[in-house]
């Protein structure tokens, strides 16, 4: 059971369909560990199409039907079932909205190591706007910890396997943790198994001490 | 499409308000008996030719749909920033997708309208990306299911959405406002607060209470 939520106004962009690519891949899969956002996005969407029954109508163009059902007539019968994305065994495990985007990538995407017990994988996925921005996954080795840090825009970490504590609570599978500029933490996996998680930070981390920043000379962090 | 709860939802007056809650309330306990006289159509019926679409590819169901749906698609993807020519286009790739997707269908999940809402939106923001929408795949082997719900909290789609265009129209003309620039204009919070000059915290309070007071509205009615 998930106990860390997106607020509502991320749920709402997500319905709407105003939220960015990133925030998008966040939220979908959230949905994927989370009952209780699922029968809220229900609503929100019920939402749009009642004011879909609304909407002052604008008139097709006179053969517009019979240009579709024309279409329709030369394709082959479609499968209707979304089919499952190919991707290397090592993804496997992780949720279809992420397996999706990593299927779609030109490239083979790879950890790097950043430090001891902490590798990241970016995401093709188009960043929120922002200098710094980014969409990856984080492996954090059990029992390991990130160097204090604190962040220039915001960070939405959302738990895949495993789990991690920092100053603002425990996260566990399917939790979003956010945080900002406000926020200087520590996330620590929890001992046990690796921590992985789904990051979307909109501005670059800062390291909080001076052997921290010494360090961001030398790790992309 | 019901037109009474067409004109209740654009009714921001007290008093049309009064009246107009009044008489929706009429409206929907006949709601799922008969056509209204305007010559739109019931939910009820909605979800049935989008399952004869399904089941039989009975293309005069695909027609009837049409009729119904792609005046308001289009109108929709206009409303998002669309031109004229686009909107054509986009509408027909999503009526399209209608047709491809109507096995799926189940109107126990969502309405016709929720249903159709979001394949406009999904089309409308796939031809904007590179990547497709991330979305929720309902036979992902991570999901984590819904505990079964109790009997009396079982509330079905259509009615949902009746007792949600109840209470939009119910809604003060400025929260009303803001959630249909939340689903019409592409605008996020941020964009939204930019534009109306007002404090993003308060945009975010006045949606919430917006959508808190469709809650309990919702909840009141089951």
Request: glycine share 6%; proline share 8%.
């Amino acid at each position: 059971m998930t106990r860390h939520h997106p607020d509502q106004a991320m749920l709402l962009d997500y319905a709407s369909g105003a939220a960015s690519e990133a925030e998008s891949l966040l939220v979908a899969t959230h949905l994927t560990y989370c009952p209780r956002c699922r029968s809220e996005v229900d609503e929100l969407e019920c939402l749009g199409g009642t004011l879909l029954d609304s909407i002052e109508p604008s008139l097709p163009a006179p053969s517009s039907c019979d240009e579709v059902l024309d279409r329709l007539g030369r394709e082959p019968r479609p499968t209707s079932r979304p089919v499952p994305p190919q991707v290397l065994p090592q993804f496997q495990g992780l949720p279809r909205p992420i397996q999706r985007l990593l299927a779609a990538s030109d490239r083979v995407p790879a950890w790097r190591r950043v430090m001891a017990g902490l590798d990241v994988l970016d995401l093709p996925a188009r960043p929120p706007e922002g200098a710094g921005s980014m969409v990856r996954l984080m492996r954090l080795q059990p029992g390991v910890a990130v160097p204090q840090h604190t962040h220039r825009g915001e960070e939405f970490t959302l738990v895949l396997a495993g789990g991690f504590s920092d100053d603002t609570g425990h996260y566990q599978v399917g939790d979003i943790a956010s945080c900002d500029g406000s926020i200087s933490h520590r996330p620590a996996a929890d001992l046990g198994e690796p921590c992985v998680s789904l990051v979307v930070t909109t501005g670059p981390v800062r390291l909080a001490s001076p052997i921290g920043r010494l360090a961001s000379l030398f790790v992309r962090v | 499409m019901c037109m009474l709860c067409a004109m209740e939802a654009s009714a921001r007056t007290t008093v049309s308000r009064r009246l107009a809650r009044s008489s929706a309330l009429a409206h929907h306990g006949r709601m799922t008996q008969q056509a209204s006289p305007t010559g739109g159509r019931v939910p009820d019926e909605l979800d049935s030719l989008i399952q004869a679409v399904g089941r039989n590819q009975d293309k005069q169901a695909f027609r009837r749909l049409f009729e119904h749906f792609a005046p308001r698609v289009k109108a929709y993807l206009i409303r998002m920033g669309s031109d004229p020519a686009q909107a054509e286009d986009l509408m027909q790739e999503a009526m399209l997708m209608v047709w491809r997707r109507s096995e799926s269908f189940d109107p126990s999940q969502a309405g016709a309208s929720t249903w159709i809402f979001t394949i406009a939106r999904n089309k409308r923001i796939d031809s904007l990306r590179r990547e497709r929408r991330a979305e929720l795949d309902p036979e992902d082997p991570s999901l984590v299911p819904a505990a079964p719900a109790s009997a009396d909290s079982v509330i079905s789609a259509q009615e949902r959405a009746g007792q949600l265009r109840i209470a939009i129209a119910a809604l003060p003309g400025e929260q009303a406002r803001l959630l249909q620039l939340a689903f019409y204009e592409d605008k996020t919070h941020s964009e939204i607060a930019a534009d109306e000059r007002l404090p993003l915290g308060t945009v975010k309070s006045r949606l919430r209470l917006a959508l808190g007071r469709l809650r309990k509205h919702v909840e009141d009615e089951r």
